[in-house]
Nanobody, 118 residues
Framework: QLQASGGGLVQPGESLRLSCAAS????????MAWYCQPPGEQRELVAI???????NYADSVKGRFTISIDNANNTLYLQMNSLRPEDTAVYYC??????????????WGQGTQVTVSS
C-alpha cells in the first residue's frame, strides 16, 4: 500500500528527497507522515501533514526538512537538506487512508535507510 524510496549514503550538509507512493483504492487521505528510527532507538515522528492543518516538524529538523504531498499521484515527499550525522536512521512513511467513506486505516511503508557520514 505504501512504497518508500530515496534513502542512501550522503555526506554532512548534503540533501536527499524521500518519496512514499500510496497505491490501491484510496477514497481520501487523513494524514501522512514521516517517522525515523535511529540505531538502537525508538521510532519517532519527523514530520506530519494533512489537508486541514499546516505541516508540523520535530524541532530537530525544523528549517531543514520539508514535507509535502502530490495529491494527484498520492505521493508523499520529504525533502531533507543540510543533513547531519544525527539524521542517520531508517525512515518510515505512515498514512491514515480511507478506501471508502468514513473508514480509515493506518498504513506503514517498508522503511528506507538514510546514512549521513563523512
Amino acid at each position: 500500500q505504501l512504497q518508500a524510496s530515496g534513502g542512501g549514503l550522503v555526506q554532512p550538509g548534503e540533501s536527499l528527497r524521500l518519496s512514499c507512493a500510496a497505491s490501491g483504492r484510496i477514497f481520501s487521505i487523513g494524514t501522512m507522515a514521516w517517522y525515523c528510527q535511529p540505531p538502537g532507538e525508538q521510532r519517532e515522528l519527523v514530520a506530519i501533514i494533512s489537508s486541514r492543518r499546516k505541516p508540523n516538524y520535530a524541532d530537530s529538523v525544523k528549517g531543514r526538512f520539508t514535507i509535502s504531498i502530490d495529491n494527484a499521484n498520492n505521493t508523499l515527499y520529504l525533502q531533507m537538506n543540510s543533513l547531519r550525522p544525527e539524521d542517520t536512521a531508517v525512515y518510515y512513511c505512515n498514512a491514515i487512508l480511507a478506501d471508502r467513506p468514513g473508514i480509515f486505516n493506518n498504513y506503514w511503508g517498508q522503511g528506507t535507510q538514510v546514512t549521513v557520514s563523512s
